[in-house]
């Protein structure tokens, strides 16, 4: 099987308990798999404390079928490893009623139209806990 190179790009910048996740491009499979292993490097320095994800999407075109499948599988890694809240910043209502069915098994997404009000949101629901 021939790996490909990673279509798609992303930063993920703690803040506190919260990973700010800047997304853009059009994304494949080794692009998740990327990104997933810099989010399982991050939620390790939390030592199990709670954390929530705010997902900057503004940037974001598409993805290929298994690069959509495997964050839907890492999402059940997170909800296991202390992550509470999942924020999505940018999404247009099609792709927000799909990540309420991706996620129906897990924290309801909750969906902004600004990052800093996510950013915001999320610092103040982990305080609460």
């Known amino acids: 099987m021939t790996d490909f190179i ?3 790009k992303f930063s993920v910048t703690p803040q506190g308990e919260v990973l700010l996740c800047e997304i853009q491009g059009a994304w494949n499979k080794e692009a ?3 990104l997933i292993e810099d989010l399982k490097a991050q939620v390790q320095e939390f030592s199990g404390k ?6 900057d999407m503004q940037g974001w075109e598409l993805a290929t079928p298994d690069a959509l499948s495997m ?3 890492f999402s059940a890694w997170e909800d296991q490893h202390g992550c509470v809240l999942r924020c999505f910043v940018g999404l247009n209502t099609v792709q927000q009623q799909l990540l309420e069915m991706k996620y129906q098994h897990s924290h309801k997404p909750q969906h902004f ?3 800093d009000t996510a950013l915001s949101y999320a610092k103040q629901f982990l305080q609460r806990l």
């Not at 709670?50 to 997902?55: G, N, P, T, Y």
Request: glycine share 6%; aromatic share 6%.
């Open 6 to 8: 990673a279509h798609g």
């Open 71 to 73: 964050m839907t599988a």
């Open 50 to 55: 709670k954390w929530a994800r705010v997902m």
């Open 113 to 115: 139209s600004h990052t």
């Open 32 to 34: 998740s798999e990327q």
